[in-house]
């Protein structure tokens, strides 16, 4: 199974900081990388797809890089509404993995 | 507007089964491989089943292997799991998705 390692587990961040949040697999995943934000009691919403895709709808301060096994998503500008769980989830290779994910607040 | 409407949801006894249902609108769903993700109070996100567009494939994490059934019925755009012999570790919120689009996801509680 590919092993998704995602950090930092917990970040506090300022009002229009930008940061930034890291997934490692385990093995080459080829840009089949997604991003999702969660809120509390709702369903995620997809942020990224292909690793740098940025999904209809979705605020232009989010992006997403990456290749290989190491990917990134970037928030330039943290914004109230931010606020929120983050997992990435590779699409490469059966069983689908998830990140342990990364939960984001204002400081 | 897409729309995964997931139900069957509940509590339910260690072995025994339920069936949860996906109702899909607003998109083409036999064009679409679809998903069972689930969610264990305060926990991350995993994954639970896959099937591809016809149908003619699945895939299911090792945990229920043999015990859990995905299904479909795309004359109905309708998304399946059977979950037999149940276990308190599958206690989650159960999510269906596009991976694009996600439902609001069901609850499914295995208690004595």
């Known amino acids: 199974d590919i092993q998704m390692t995602q950090s930092p587990a917990s970040l506090s961040a300022s009002l229009g900081e930008t940061v930034s949040i890291e997934c490692l697999a385990s093995?080459?995943?080829?840009?089949?990388l997604a991003w999702y934000q969660q809120k509390p009691g709702k369903s995620p919403q997809l942020l990224i797809y292909?690793?740098?895709r940025l999904q209809d709808g979705v605020p232009s301060r989010f992006s997403g890089s990456g290749s290989g096994t190491q990917y990134s998503l970037k928030i330039s500008g943290m914004q109230p509404e931010d606020e929120g769980d983050y997992f990435c989830?590779?699409?490469?290779?059966?069983?689908?993995?998830f990140g342990s994910g990364t939960k984001l607040e204002i400081k | 507007e897409v729309q995964l409407v997931e139900s069957g949801g509940g509590l339910v006894q260690p072995g025994r089964s339920l069936k949860l249902s996906c109702a899909a609108s607003?998109?083409?769903?036999?064009?679409?491989?679809m998903h069972w993700i689930r969610q264990a109070p305060t926990k991350g996100l995993e994954w639970v089943a896959s099937?591809?567009?016809?149908?003619?494939?699945?895939y299911y994490r090792d945990s229920v292997k043999g015990r859990f059934t995905i299904s479909r019925d795309n004359a109905k755009s309708t998304l399946y799991l059977q979950m037999d012999s149940l276990r308190s570790e599958d206690t989650a919120t159960y999510y269906c998705?596009?991976?694009?689009?996600w439902g609001q996801g069901v609850m499914v509680t295995v208690s004595s």
């Open positions: 607003g998109f083409t769903f036999s064009n679409y491989g």
């Open positions: 093995e080459d995943i080829y840009s089949y």
């Open positions: 989830l590779q699409g490469s290779k059966f069983p689908l993995t």
């Open positions: 099937i591809s567009p016809s149908g003619g494939s699945t």
């Open positions: 292909a690793a740098n």
């Open positions: 998705a596009t991976l694009r689009d």
